[in-house]
């Protein structure tokens, strides 16, 4: 079946630092790749979508490209802040089985001034 | 003019108590889903309904019973709640429609906790 795998957090950066976190998945197909972030005390809520090979999805300075050649979709940013302290989530959707969407465990990251 | 709403926020009871959750998009959108987020973030789906219909329905104890009374709404009947069912759950809305993005947008949760 379908599958996303996340790195695991909590990650903890300085204020401008470069943002990186790294997901990969498994899947039959050509499945639409996202990255999800959720703040604190809130529901989750779409950062960026890709729905084909060598798409680049981009918000907020957020951007991850789709790699079907390496089933991945990393999430990187160029200069963090205090505010983008949240979880985020890579998530694929599948174009069969119902269209189940599949989220990774989350990746806590943390930005200090 | 909230997009996906949830009532209540906020849910105690104890033990053994039946308690339902509501649901409630204003996107047009055709799918809706609950979801369950345990303490560790880790997000589980748990249903899901196209056009009133149930189409996802993961390995969920029959205690949990949704019902769709139309595309805009989702409730969540739960029966003889337990200790294990705290937890925040979660109303999300999509649209299966052409250009099969299936993007979500999720309420702003129910935070269940079970004494």
């Known amino acids: 079946g379908n599958s996303v795998t996340q790195m695991e957090g909590p990650v903890t950066l300085s204020e401008e630092a470069f943002l990186t976190i790294n997901c990969t998945y498994t899947a039959t197909g050509y499945p639409s790749l996202f990255w999800y972030v959720q703040y604190p005390g809130e529901g989750l809520q779409l950062l960026l979508k890709a729905t084909k090979a060598d798409d680049k999805g981009s918000n907020k300075g957020f951007e991850a490209t789709y790699r079907k050649e390496t089933t991945s979709f990393h999430l990187e940013k160029g200069s963090v802040q205090v505010s983008d302290s949240a979880v985020y989530f890579c998530?694929?959707?599948?174009?069969?089985?119902?269209?189940?969407?599949?989220f990774g465990a989350g990746t806590r990251l943390f930005v200090k001034a | 003019d909230t997009a996906v709403s949830q009532t209540p926020k906020y849910l105690v009871t104890q033990m053994g108590n039946d308690k339902s959750i509501k649901c409630e998009q204003n996107?047009?959108?055709?799918?809706m889903y609950w979801y369950k987020q345990d303490s560790k973030k880790f997000l589980k789906i748990m249903f899901s309904y196209n056009n009133k219909e149930l189409i996802i329905n993961e390995t969920v104890p029959n205690r949990f019973s949704p019902k769709s009374p139309d595309k805009a709404h989702l409730n969540l009947h739960i029966n003889s709640l337990e200790l294990g069912d705290s937890a925040v759950y979660f109303c999300a809305s999509s649209s299966s429609g052409g250009d099969r993005t299936y993007e979500q947008y999720f309420g702003p949760g129910t935070r269940l906790t079970v004494t």
């Open positions: 998530a694929l959707t599948g174009n069969t089985g119902g269209f189940k969407t599949i």
């Open positions: 996107l047009g959108h055709d799918t």
